[in-house]
């Protein structure tokens, strides 16, 4: 049954009032403030399966998943009992082990593009260093992102960038010299036209195009037919990289990712969440013949203390295992379609303009006819009718993204009671919208 009663989170604010003083906004990562959709965040205490429970025992059926990773379920019971016996071993070698062969193999062997690898600690390391070796490989210095994309903090991505960036409100961010984003060119997602005047402005100097192949960062956008195939064909013509952020649809929009979905193998991928198990991991990889220009193999340097230890490797590992299972995609795809056109139904029964969808085990929902192609289009959104739509289904015991330029994910742990729960919470809260 739904509740009625406010929810009590007296401790949730004491820690979070005291937080406020100790860092920066009383998070370690923007989108967590709840700064778009107002009110104060909850504190969590502990997750399992589908839910997380906060510090005043209140129980979320959470549609987050940590932004990604437990795509099988918090605290799966697997991947807890590998962890404890690779704790055992230790916590980081600082040299190698065999583990992170394992997860290379099984990362080759899922994604088209990626012939060899090299594991970091997050998405935005992988970006980070992906850029550099798009730059190395080519020689040349631009790059093209889109509106609305994220891929990591790095300066170079802080154009246009999608998730807290757009939340935020921020521009650009400050701190950022206008030297370092002068070689990151713009153009609309969706949008071949714009792509292609830009290597015409720019002949021979635009190393590559990098995107989410399927966008997560300004609420969730897929592609349009043909518009992953053009930028394959666009950047081969002009001796570019196609390269695709998968941090966020790796492992959740296919196993092979958003490339294996829509067959359009491009030269460089970078990884994360989901690789991790709920770790901090990324991973960029591709053609042998790329990767082979980053140190020690060739001159492109990077490295990571942490990178590859035995703990993430782990929990990796077992996270792939556990998505190979048979039948994991398909109850991924059918559970997440059902909630998806649950909440439209909702919406319409109870007169809301609302759009969206979902692939595998991703999903959107906007506040607007739509529909949503791109950033601009997202933005259309009533931000206003979400904030209280997300206030609403927090007290009714449904966690979702506290922002409306943020997708939704389904893990292997939600169950029809979940979703039945979520559609009459979401009934009772558009009806009061
Ligand atoms: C989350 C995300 C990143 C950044 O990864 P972090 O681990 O948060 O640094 C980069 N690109 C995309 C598409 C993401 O969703």
Redesign the pocket.
Known sequence: MVSTTPLKTTKSQEIFNAAQSLMPGGVNSPVRAFKSVGGQPIVFDRVKGAYAWDVDNNRYVDYIGT?GPAICGHAHPEVLSALAAALEKGTSFGAPCALENVLAEMVIDAVPSIEMVRFVN????A?MAVLRLMRAYTGRNKIIKFEGC???HADMFLVKAGSGVATLGLPDSPGVPKSTTADTLTAPYNNLEAVKALFKQHPGEISGVIL?PVV??SGFIIPDGGFLEGLREITQENGALLVF?E??TGFRISYGGAQAKFNVTPDLT?L??IIGGGLPV?AYGGRKEIMEMVAPAGPMYQAGTLSGNPLAMTAGIKTLEILQRSGTYEQLEAITHKLITGLLAVAKETGHAACGGNLSAMFGLFFTEGPVNSYDDAKQSDLEKFSRFHRGMLEQGVYLAPSQFEAGFMSLAHTEEDIEFTLTAARKVMSEL
């Open positions: 932004w997050s998405g935005t390391e970006c994220y891929h990591g989410e997560g960062n952020d941090v966020m970078t994360g969440k990324g």
